[in-house]
Every structure is written in structure tokens, then in C-alpha cells.
T-cell receptor
């Protein structure tokens, strides 16, 4: 069946270092979404990418959608302690609004 | 708008007990869903609904029932709780059953089954 894989599972960085998480789908995606979950919180939508090769930026966060629409990445420049949390990618599954989530990358930032 | 609300926030059950997790949204969203989140497993879809009166199974539906009598409410029922159902449960909604919509998540219910 359809799978969405994320690496790494965990990432520990020093504050100010960069961070990247990668998402790979077993099938071509019509779009991909990214969510952030703070410790003890709930997932919160960050962004959606739709076009092949699309790049979007939100302040220090850069999101990319691969040319084949099977992979995506999230890059954080100069991490801050406020970036701590788990980052999930999610792609559509089944065409009725369902999402299949990757297992997430848990980011910890040492001040 | 309160967004997506869930009750209770925490619950402890004994094996075999039944209970209902409540979920409500005030955004007039057509699509609602339930996920469970387990360590290292990400979010897995239990059941979903694309509108009032319409529900369907997700990836891990066994042991759970849902109904959608109104647009606003989407309760999740555990029929006979088992320790394997210890998890964090999230309800989510989006404007329609169309994959381009972001999903809005509730704060979650943390369930422990002894």
C-alpha cells in the first residue's frame, strides 16, 4: 500500500545550526502538506505544496516539493528553541480528504 | 470560533469498559476524521466522514465505531477497551473532502487502558 517515509526520526541540534527533514512517498502525490506538533500539543498546519519543483519560504523555513512529486523537504535555517517539536509531512490518500502521515522527525534544540 | 474541541482531555479505563470520545467543530466543515498517535508510529487514521450521515473506515478501525448525525459532531466510541488502545486520539476537520484542504486538529484526548 501507499507509504510516506520521513528521515531522520530524531535530530538534535545546537541552537543556530540548520536542520533538514526529508519526506519520501511510494506514489506520486498531487500535493504534500507539512505540520508541526509542539511537545504535548496537537499537529498544526504549516504549508501545502502543489506544483512540481515548488519552493516556498516562511521566514527561516524553506519547503521544497520534488520534480517527480514523490519527495519533499523542510529546511530550517539557524534553529531556535521555539523550533522544538515534531515535523510531519502528509500526502493525500484515497481522494476523499484523507491524509497519510509520515512518522515525523522530532527536533530538539540545545540552547 | 472555538475551532475543533475534544473532551475529555485525559481518561483512564479498565479493560472491557466502553466510552465515547467527543469531538465538535464550529467551522461548518464537511470533513472530519479521527487519528490515533502512538510513539514512533505517527498519526494513523481510524475513521472519517465526508458529511453528515456518511462515515467510512480508515487504516485502523477495529474496536472503534463512529457516527455523524450533525455537521458539527463526530464522536468516537470504544466498544470494549483494550490495553492496545492506549494512545493519544486526535480529531481533525477540514472544509471539504478534497485533499487540497489543510486539516485543523483538536487538542487531543490522552487515553490509558489498564
Amino acid at each position: 500500500g501507499q507509504q510516506v517515509m520521513q528521515i531522520p526520526q530524531y535530530q538534535h541540534v545546537q541552537e543556530g545550526e540548520d536542520f533538514t527533514t526529508y519526506c519520501n512517498s511510494s506514489t506520486t502525490l498531487s500535493n504534500i502538506q507539512w505540520y508541526k506538533q509542539r511537545p504535548g500539543g496537537h499537529p498544526v498546519f504549516l504549508i501545502q505544496l502543489v506544483k512540481s519543483g515548488e519552493v516556498k519560504k516562511q521566514k527561516r523555513l524553506t519547503f521544497q516539493f520534488g520534480e517527480a512529486k514523490k519527495n519533499s523537504s523542510l529546511h530550517i535555517t539557524a534553529t531556535q528553541t521555539t523550533d522544538v517539536g515534531t515535523y510531519f509531512c502528509a500526502g493525500p490518500q484515497g481522494g476523499q480528504g484523507n491524509l497519510i502521515f509520515g512518522k515525523g522527525t522530532k527536533l530538539s534544540v540545545k540552547p | 470560533n472555538a475551532g475543533v474541541t475534544q473532551t475529555p482531555k485525559f481518561q483512564v479505563l479498565k479493560t472491557g469498559q466502553s466510552m465515547t470520545l467527543q469531538c465538535a467543530q464550529d467551522m461548518n466543515h464537511e470533513y472530519m476524521s479521527w487519528y490515533r498517535q502512538d510513539p514512533g508510529m505517527g498519526l494513523r487514521l481510524i475513521h472519517y466522514s465526508v458529511g453528515a450521515g456518511i462515515t467510512d473506515q480508515g487504516e485502523v478501525p477495529n474496536g472503534y465505531n463512529v457516527s455523524r448525525s450533525t455537521t458539527e459532531d463526530f464522536p468516537l466510541r470504544l466498544l470494549s477497551a483494550a490495553p492496545s488502545q492506549t494512545s493519544v486520539y486526535f480529531c481533525a476537520s477540514s472544509p471539504s473532502g478534497y485533499s487540497y484542504n489543510e486539516q485543523f486538529f483538536g487538542p487531543g484526548t490522552r487515553l490509558t487502558v489498564l
